[in-house]
């Protein structure tokens, strides 16, 4: 065992998710986010995932939202959330490594700054996309 643990909370949103704007008006500015497009194995639509990083408190929120073709969606404000994840605080570096612990070493490797808004967002498309 590699000393990470697990996912200590979880919060799946099926109806009335809350908005982008109104998480990060809630918690403030994430630390870090990732965002890639990509191709949804089985459907016929493209994926966008896109999740926010509050390293001090130890969440994660995620929104994934369809596209078609090699239109990335438009993140804004008024996105929902689908997803939280929280996990006990350590350093900076324990955390992350918690929070990230289901995604592979190439998805932690988007991850980057908050630029300060969604118009700054940079989205990794996914190669089989271009």
């Not at 966008?48 to 969606?73: H, K, S």
Request: hydrophobic content about 35%; some cysteine; glycine content about 8%.
């Amino acid at each position: 065992m590699d000393g990470t643990i697990p996912v200590a909370a979880s919060l799946n949103y099926k109806a009335r998710q809350p908005s982008l704007g109104s998480v990060i008006r809630c918690l403030g500015s994430p630390t870090l986010y990732r965002a890639h497009y990509r191709y949804a194995p089985g459907g016929i639509h493209h994926t966008l995932d896109f999740e926010l990083y509050y390293i001090q408190q130890g969440i994660m929120a995620l929104t994934q939202l369809d596209g078609f073709g090699n239109q990335v969606p438009r993140l804004d404000g008024n996105t929902p959330i689908v997803f939280f994840s929280y996990v006990p605080v350590d350093s900076n570096d324990k955390t992350l490594d918690r929070l990230t612990a289901g995604i592979t070493y190439e998805m932690k490797q988007e991850i980057s700054p908050w630029p300060g808004n969604f118009d700054n967002i940079t989205v990794k498309i996914d190669p089989s996309l271009q």
